[in-house]
């Protein structure tokens, strides 16, 4: 029987095949600044909001698989995804980080500055959506970005797509975190163990994916790695 597992890093059936995943493939091939990081992101008391080690060993490679040197992320708490993509872009690569705060941006800048990827950083504080606007307004109708990483308020999502479809070049990527909320899209919304927010952003997200599939802009996929991301790649 299924169940929701909201604290849960992984939709896998247990946490050892995670656990089997990220000893073989992920942490021998980490990167000293991640490792520190992450540490430092995991002892941190919102420590469950960081993305997944695989997830973002499995998007260093997509970046560098479609060539990005230009990326937008949205959300990014202390910087344990922002580290990952800056590591991922070539030296002239350049990141524009946006989050509502700074104060947890500040615990990971210095790893990011010993890391020597800080000067493809460029952090923008504000709300996610009003940046984005401001980016879009800078870049005027050039699609100037190769990728960009979602993983604020879940509740923007569909804000967050139509600013992206336009900064996002055709044949980039956007990808979407948290998008099968522990399992709980594919579960009936009053499973137990869910609270009133887990079935606010549930229903959202079963919102979100359904229009996602239909959008004739993307041609998208949802893989269940982590807590499940959904990937669109620009066609028109
Ligand atoms: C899930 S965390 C990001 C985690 C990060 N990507 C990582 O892998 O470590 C969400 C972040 O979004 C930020 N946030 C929440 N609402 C926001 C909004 N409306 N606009 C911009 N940032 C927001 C929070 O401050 C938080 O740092």
């Not at 959300?75 to 580290?83: E, I, K, Q, R, W």
């Not at 020597?116 to 606007?133: I, T, W, Y």
Request: aromatic share 8%; hydrophobic share 40%.
């Amino acid at each position: 029987m299924a169940t929701y597992r909201p604290d849960s890093k992984t939709l896998l059936k247990t946490d050892s095949i995670l656990e089997y995943v990220l000893d073989t493939m992920v942490y021998p091939q980490e990167h000293e600044r991640m490792r520190e990081l992450r540490l430092i992101s995991q002892n941190h008391p919102l420590s469950f909001v960081v993305s997944s080690p695989d997830q973002m060993q499995f998007f260093s490679m997509l970046l560098k698989m479609i060539g990005a040197r230009r990326t937008i992320e949205v959300g990014v708490f202390t910087g344990y995804s922002l580290l990952a993509t800056a590591l991922a872009l070539p030296d002239d690569g350049k990141v524009v980080a946006i989050d509502a705060s700074r104060e947890y941006f500040d615990l990971g800048l210095p790893v990011i500055e010993h890391a020597g990827v800080a000067h493809k950083v460029e952090f923008r504080q504000g709300d996610g959506l009003a940046e984005l606007d401001r980016l879009l307004a800078e870049a005027g109708e050039e699609a100037l970005f190769d990728f960009a990483y979602a993983d604020a308020d879940k509740e923007q999502y569909g804000g967050y797509h139509e600013r992206l479809l336009r900064l996002v070049r055709v044949g980039g990527v956007v990808a979407y975190d948290n998008t099968l909320w522990g399992g709980s899209v594919a579960m009936p919304r009053d499973t137990p163990g869910s609270s009133a927010y887990d079935r606010v952003v549930r229903d959202y997200m079963v919102g979100f994916n359904a229009t996602v599939a239909a959008d004739d802009r993307v041609e998208a996929c949802l893989l269940p790695i982590a807590d499940g991301v959904t990937l669109c790649r620009r066609v028109k």
